[in-house]
């Protein structure tokens, strides 16, 4: 039996000024995907990342397709180097655009502009300063819920992000996720502020949500070529109007990371690709199912180790899979090799 894999996309969080410098000096195909890119926003996307400043960076308008397109471009580097085909992917929060784009379900500059959008209508949603995020470690999920709506009053805070048993993110109000924070730390956990520039995944998200439905009204999104798992229902859908539904929830509700993992567990996968900057993914995929062997590529250093042990397993399959010689002849070219 093959041994089945998946690649995952990061979110916001994992941005940092000088990112992907590595594989853009053995890759062409890395800037030229940032120039596809920054050519339908209008701006240059790889001086920014080159050159920062780091608060322009974390602008959640900014950061969302930046790490949009640094995800497709480490993909586009796996398919120029004959990278096997995963049997799933998913991506946690924004990273399911990046899968989305990489599944050939939309073009990256279409998504690049959409995702503009989305951290635009999700700043203007909450005046600056008024929302916040912080990780609760070491309480189990119904806890959690519980001190959220003993918290929250007339006010907004609940939890965002299912990242791992006894890790989750909540947000909302900065005021109710103080009290929040406070009573989860009464309660002997842990508490960390989260670099957020606004509140994601809580019902203050709605109206963004709204905004982000009447956007997407426009496009028709393909089907993927590869199964991703989404956020809300953790689980994959092929329609158009079916993914659109889940990536408009997907803003004001909860990302089930827990929930995603195990389903593509469940399936008999065995090993993970983080596709993008950071390691983040790599150690809630191992905290969620210790069985995993996790592969974060945020450096060409971290890429050939997992190229070279995706190849290993493939010299052990005989039903092993490539990607489509056509598909990856483009790249190829487009990157020199």
């Known amino acids: 039996m093959a041994h089945k894999f998946a690649i995952l996309f990061p979110g916001q ?12 000096e053995q890759n062409a195909c890395v800037i030229e995907t940032f120039e596809e890119a920054s050519d339908a926003l209008g701006y240059d996307m790889w001086g920014l990342i080159q050159n920062g400043p780091m608060e ?4 959640t308008e900014v950061t969302q397709p930046i790490m949009l397109v640094a995800g497709v471009a480490i993909w586009r580097v796996w398919l120029a180097k004959q990278g096997r085909k995963p049997d799933v992917m998913a991506g946690h929060s924004l990273g399911e655009y990046t899968a989305l784009v990489c599944s050939e379900a ?9 995702v503009r959008l989305r951290g635009r209508f999700m700043q203007d949603s909450v005046p600056e300063g008024h929302g916040s995020m912080a990780a609760i ?3 189990d999920d ?3 819920e519980q ?3 003993e918290a929250s009053g007339d006010e907004v805070v609940s939890c965002a992000n299912y990242n791992s048993p006894g890790q989750i993110v909540i947000g909302g109000n900065k005021a ?10 009464s309660a002997k956990a842990r508490v960390m502020p989260v670099a957020m520039s606004v509140p994601s995944h809580c019902w203050l998200m709605k109206p963004a949500a709204e905004k982000l439905e009447e956007e997407l009204g426009g496009i028709t999104l393909r089907r993927p070529n590869i199964p991703i798992i989404n956020n809300v229902d953790a689980k994959p859908e092929v329609d158009s109007d079916l993914i659109k539904s889940a990536l408009i929830r997907q803003v004001y509700n909860p990302v089930g990371w827990v929930s995603v993992i195990r389903t593509i567990t469940s399936s008999g996968v065995t090993h993970m690709l983080e596709c993008g900057p950071g390691k983040v993914l790599s150690g809630l995929s191992k905290r969620i199912d210790k069985s995993l062997i996790a592969y974060p590529m945020s450096d060409i250093g971290k890429f050939e180790k997992a190229h070279a042990a995706v190849l290993e397993l493939a010299s052990t399959d005989t039903a092993a899979r490539s990607i489509d010689s056509s598909v990856a002849s483009n790249i190829i070219e487009k990157c020199g090799q």
């Open 13 to 24: 969080g994992s941005q940092s000024v000088g990112m992907l410098a590595d594989y853009a």
């Open 56 to 59: 322009e960076l974390n602008r």
């Open 106 to 114: 939309i073009g990256l500059g279409e998504a690049a502009k959409l």
């Open 137 to 139: 470690i070491g309480l």
């Open 142 to 144: 119904r806890l959690v």
């Open 147 to 149: 001190i959220c709506k």
């Open 176 to 185: 109710a996720v103080d009290r929040a924070s406070a009573l989860a730390k």
